[in-house]
């Protein structure tokens, strides 16, 4: 495995279904994170593709001006998910207790996952998932910044510096390849916009900008 059972631990390992079961009608990054975002996928998603929006919510940042020929969304809370008007249809699944996405091989031009991916316990198994229903040359993009919801991300993420997650979400996309012995993805590209605000006074949303980060790799044929 991947990551050690003592990194996949959280604070509160109540069941997340709880934590989720209300829903949350906010932003969890500002808006220069959510622009930065909105223009990398305007700029790597293409017209009419098939899109799924992972580990989503009532927005999903996707640029108004680009018809998809479908976009799927997954989450924890329905509420939530029924909001967002992006989303073509939806579902909700616990990834971190189910770990099989329920759609054949080669179904998406695109997965994405936003400012979320820190709270996978199984990462290394979600990231094939993602690879088996990405086509060739599908594209998967992991953004992130530092704000989380501290009790509920892994430990690997908690304990790691903002270098240091980027490197664990490389190590999440080469473990496809290594553990599978199949092509897996691309080599990743990794794009970020640091602020000079420290990170500690930015997770409680004191101050600058939120850092912009985002791994990006392709399902290589």
Known sequence: MLLQANQRTKLDDSDDRLFYSYPRFVTHVDEGFIDRLTNLYRDRLKPHTRILDMMSSWVSHLPQDIEFAHVEGHGMNEEELAKNR??????????????????????????????????????????YEIYRILKPGGIAIISFSNRMFYQKAISAWRDGSENGRVELVKRYFDSVKSANEIPGFSQVEVIYQKSNVPSFLQMFGLGGGDPFYAVIAYRQV
């Open 86 to 127: 992006q989303l073509n249809h939806y579902f909700v699944q616990d990834l971190n207790k189910d770990l099989k996405l329920p759609f054949p091989d080669k179904d998406f031009d695109a997965v994405v996952n936003c400012v979320s991916i820190q709270y996978l316990q199984y990462p290394d198994a979600i990231f």
